[in-house]
């Protein structure tokens, strides 16, 4: 049996400009980081013949294209299953549809457990870029390529998304004082709302596609705070980064009207009032998890637990998508 990890992820700085509407344009830019919280996928050859699959549904048919779930169908198609004999089983620390890339997180963990089942080892970069193939070439989600890149990689990363497809990965290597001031200064706190934000990114696609002025010089400017983002966190100046985030928040909201809601803004200034710096949802928004950024961690935690929202504490993953057990 193969055993695989993959950490889920928190965008840090330029999200939206990862989607191929966009960087194949103008070029793309974000940092994300990998945090502690996984989605696991494990593969296994069964006694009999078949496709064996249990996630949140149980299938079991003879053949791939008879497969229902359509990440998983993909990836056996691009292994080129002749005879299938497989059993492929997944589960998460957090829920799919909450912002944190979970979709990205369990195809890269598919791709490296269906390769370590058949004994082939790949390097992150061809992990990440297999995982998009299968997202966003083959089933035409409306999705960016940060939520792969990260699983794959790991760590706190920096991404330039070029026009002809390359992408190019920095690690922020930060000295350990930093780190953990950073991981002590972010919170994370469930907004109690799942959400899918295919149609939000459906929308940024096509108005990027169409040159919307409105939604270009927005991505453009977010992109900008993504690089200035991360200057600061590459310089240690975690509080100016946690301004900066409340600029980018402001920014992110104006992209679209279900970016945010009454109740969630209502959470979001009940932060600020109470220590926060800046802070944002995560992912293409509408639900999911708020992300704060604060010096004074116990005041914040004490407003939010009143209001009613559960924290997840996490630390950074800086081994990426990774075999842990066959």
């Known amino acids: ?123 992150p970069e061809e992990i990440a870029r297999l995982a998009c193939e299968i997202e966003i070439d083959r089933l035409g989600e409306p999705i960016g390529k940060q939520d792969q890149y990260i699983a794959a990689f790991g760590g706190i990363t920096a991404f330039w998304f070029h026009p002809d497809d390359r992408v190019e990965a920095q690690p922020l290597r930060l000295r350990s004082d930093i780190l953990n001031d950073l991981n002590d200064c972010l919170l994370l706190f469930f907004t109690g709302f799942a959400r899918n934000a295919s149609e939000l990114l459906r929308d940024q696609q096509t108005r990027t596609v169409q040159e919307d002025p409105a939604m270009l010089k927005n991505l453009h400017y977010v992109k900008e705070l993504g690089l200035r983002s991360f200057e600061l966190l590459r310089e240690g100046k975690i509080a100016e980064y946690g301004l900066l985030m409340h600029e980018h928040w402001e920014y992110k909201r104006r992209r679209s009207p279900g970016m945010s809601n009454a109740q969630i803004d209502a959470w979001y200034e009940l932060g600020r009032q109470h220590g926060a710096l800046g802070g944002k949802l995560v992912g293409a928004g509408g639900g999911g998890f708020l992300l704060f950024c604060t010096e004074q961690p116990g005041r914040l935690r004490a407003a939010m637990r009143t209001a009613g929202l559960e924290e997840v504490r996490f630390r950074f993953d800086f081994e990426g998508t990774k075999v842990i057990a066959s």
């Open 1 to 123: 049996m193969i055993i695989v990890r993959s950490p889920l992820r928190l965008s840090l700085g330029g999200g939206g400009t990862d989607l191929p509407s966009y960087y194949r344009r103008y070029g793309g830019f974000l940092i994300a980081a990998a945090i502690d919280k996984y989605v696991y996928v494990t593969v296994m050859r069964p006694f009999v013949p078949g496709i064996y699959l249990k996630y949140s549904k149980l299938e079991r048919v003879a053949r791939v294209d008879e497969v229902q779930h359509p990440i998983i169908r993909e990836a056996l198609r691009m292994m080129d299953l002749r005879t299938p004999q497989i059993e492929i089983t997944t589960l998460a620390d957090i829920p799919a549809g909450t912002g944190l890339g979970s979709s990205g997180s369990f195809t890269t963990a598919l791709i490296k457990a269906l390769y370590a089942h058949h004994r082939r080892h790949l390097h």
